[in-house]
């Protein structure tokens, strides 16, 4: 790795910071992508991402890395009881997340790095139930994140496809990626088994509230199960659409 990483801890969360090799010497302030759960997307594929800044297939970025304390609890939008007994309840605490994220969080990290503080270029970027927060983020401060990566998106969570279908959203200069994996909803026997179509109901209502082809992209990935790995692949194809200098209409 070409870059640098930098942790911090920004009101009791750790945050991981990567700066890409330009970024001592760029004359212009460079674009960040604040990446729920930590560096569990990107960490594992620096290499990969360094090796696209380097031919041109990615324009160089920030990322930020933010690590939850209870991603069941600052992930969701309102209290739902647990699928399973193994599993404790979800705690319904988006909104104290996300005011945490945009008036501590993000002004610490901005004034601790020379990044954009354009709201255009800023992105949020999560997989599961980060990718539900991501998109619930938009909803309610679309004047703050201009790029959203919305990956596997759990919006079988109760009322969250409702949620954003009766948002008053006016499309602006967001652009969103959002994907899922053909088979996510394999081998679930609760809620779990709407997967795929309650991404494909959140994309439907985006796209009728007016958000181009331009602005909005909806991928299933044939064969991706809901895993990791699967996750990891969709982040890099979201940067590419977010930031990428030749995208193509989703």
């Not at 009766?166 to 394999?186: D, H, K, T």
Request: glycine content about 8%; aromatic content about 10%.
């Amino acid at each position: 790795m070409r870059g640098t990483l930098t942790k911090h801890r920004i009101n009791g969360k750790e945050c991981t910071v990567y700066l890409p090799p330009s970024a001592p010497v760029q004359t212009r302030a460079l674009p960040c992508a604040y990446v729920l759960d930590g560096g569990d997307l990107f960490l594992e594929q620096m290499e990969k991402l360094e090796l696209r800044f380097a031919n041109g297939k990615l324009p160089e970025l920030i990322l930020a890395g933010i690590k939850p304390d209870n991603r069941l609890d600052e992930y969701t939008p309102w209290p739902v009881p647990s699928l399973s007994p193994a599993f404790p309840d979800f705690g319904g605490k988006g909104s104290l997340f996300l005011e945490e994220l945009t008036n501590v969080i993000i002004p610490t990290v901005e004034s601790m790095h020379p990044m954009s503080a354009d709201p255009d270029t800023r992105g949020l970027i999560g997989a599961s139930l980060g990718g539900l927060f991501s998109i619930y983020a938009m909803v309610l401060k679309p004047e703050t994140f201009g790029r959203i990566g919305c990956i596997s998106g759990s919006f079988w969570y109760e009322k969250s496809a409702d949620f954003v279908r009766s948002a008053s959203l006016q499309p602006a200069r967001q652009r969103i990626y959002m994907s899922v994996g053909s088979r996510e909803a394999e081998h679930k026997n609760n809620i779990q088994n709407t997967m795929i179509q309650k991404n494909r109901d959140v994309h439907e209502s985006l796209r009728q509230k007016g958000f181009s082809q331009t602005q909005l992209s909806f991928t299933i990935e044939e064969g991706a199960v809901h895993h990791q790995e699967a996750f990891k692949r969709q982040f890099n194809s979201a940067l590419s659409w977010l930031y990428g200098k030749n995208r193509s209409r989703g």
